[in-house]
């Protein structure tokens, strides 16, 4: 069992920058898989943002946030970290962190374990 928690979100002007965080509790944090989600107001789906893998040798990001997104994490520290630049109006979304031990980390079905959520509002 893994247990995450979000944090970071807040209100910025487009083209600012916003760095979210999130916590993980239980075990063998290094074993998972760990992905960035959001979802955007009105809309049922939740988009993937970005995925590191375990043991953070790669990453893998949305065409949408490429460029401009970063995703990080460290295994002692039990975090993963979502570094987001030259932010536009169109990321304004809750955002969600998750773990998965799936090799096909962009679905969200994929993911076993999921945080409660951080908002992010950027205005124009």
């Known amino acids: 069992q893994v247990q995450l928690v979000e944090s970071g979100g807040g209100l910025v002007q487009a083209g600012g920058s916003l760095s979210l965080s999130c916590a993980a509790s239980?075990?063998?944090?290094?074993?998972?898989?760990m992905g960035w989600f959001r979802q955007p107001p009105g809309k049922e789906e939740r988009e993937f943002v970005a995925v590191i893998t375990s043991s953070g040798g790669r990453t893998s990001y949305s065409d949408s946030v490429k460029g401009r997104f970063l995703i990080s994490r460290d295994n002692a520290k039990k975090t993963v970290a979502l570094q987001m630049n030259s932010l536009k109006p169109e990321d304004t979304a809750v955002y969600f962190c998750?773990?998965?031990?799936?090799?096909?980390?962009?679905?969200?079905?994929?993911?076993?374990?999921w945080g409660q959520g951080t908002l992010v509002t950027v205005s124009s």
């Open positions: 239980g075990r063998a944090f290094s074993n998972f898989g």
């Open positions: 998750a773990a998965t031990i799936s090799p096909s980390p962009t679905r969200p079905s994929a993911y076993n374990f």
